[in-house]
């Protein structure tokens, strides 16, 4: 769990940072370049370069091994082939080294991925099993995995931002009578704007799964199987954008 929890971080880390203008273009005249994570058929090899590094920074040589059987599968193409449903490992092994180059080649510890204060989170609600269970499965749901919570500075926030998520919008967890008793009042504003973004994100994977939005009025989420009536590329909600409400938010508390 805490390598595909890892994985989130640095697949969100990629999205965040993506190689995608050249050498000789400004920011305004980007472009989409062929080894982009932003193309269709280059997710694959992000997703896997993303398991494969955090698989080397948890260090967990059982999940490595099949690791090594995912890359063994893939293509030697420069980039990704989606139509043969096989990633490069040429693209596998950029990414990981863009990955370590914004990390300046330096193993961040497991404290930076929420997941690691479920027992924190557990003991300061005062959940009881199977209630705690309940919580740490609920790191596996699309709208915590989709979106890029993973990515912020306050991870103990984000932790409990997705116990909100859950008992508030998901009913899947008991409701907190009074978070005014756990938490303080401004990061309890913060977590209550973070469990909203990802209910957001939620719908509209639902509404992507389900037919309901079309690709020119849908935020792409990534890691979903191509068609032929998608676009190349896909875009998911910038972190920047999120830390700017939360700022907004602070900002109107303390007036």
Request: proline share 4%.
């Amino acid at each position: 769990k805490k390598i595909e929890q890892m994985a989130y971080y640095l697949f969100h880390t990629l999205m965040e940072n993506d190689p995608k203008v050249g050498e000789n273009e400004t920011q305004s005249d980007k472009v989409i370049l062929p080894k982009s994570i932003r193309r269709r058929d280059n997710v694959k090899s992000a997703a896997l370069a993303a398991l494969s590094l955090s698989g080397k920074w948890v260090d967990s040589m059982i999940s490595m091994g099949r690791l090594i059987g995912l890359a063994e599968k893939a293509s030697s193409n420069e980039v990704g082939d989606d139509s043969a449903g096989t990633p490069s490992k040429s693209l596998m092994q950029t990414y990981e080294n863009h990955l370590m180059h914004l990390h300046g080649y330096d193993v961040p510890t497991e404290s930076i991925i929420p997941y690691q204060y479920v027992s924190m989170v557990s003991e300061n609600l005062s959940l009881q099993e199977p209630a705690t269970s309940q919580f740490e499965a609920l790191f596996q749901h699309v709208g915590f995995t989709h979106s890029t919570l993973c990515l912020l500075e306050e991870p103990v926030l984000a932790a409990f931002a997705l116990y909100h998520f859950g008992s508030e919008h998901l009913d899947v967890l008991e409701k907190i009578r009074d978070w005014d008793h756990v938490v303080e009042l401004e990061d309890k504003r913060i977590i209550i704007l973070l469990s909203e973004h990802m209910k957001s994100m939620y719908d509209c994977t639902l509404k992507r799964k389900n037919g309901l939005l079309t690709p020119s009025s849908t935020v792409e989420l990534g890691l979903v199987e191509s068609s032929d009536n998608l676009p190349v590329t896909f875009e998911i909600p910038s972190l920047s954008v999120l830390v700017d409400d939360i700022n907004y938010e602070i900002k109107n508390m303390s007036r």
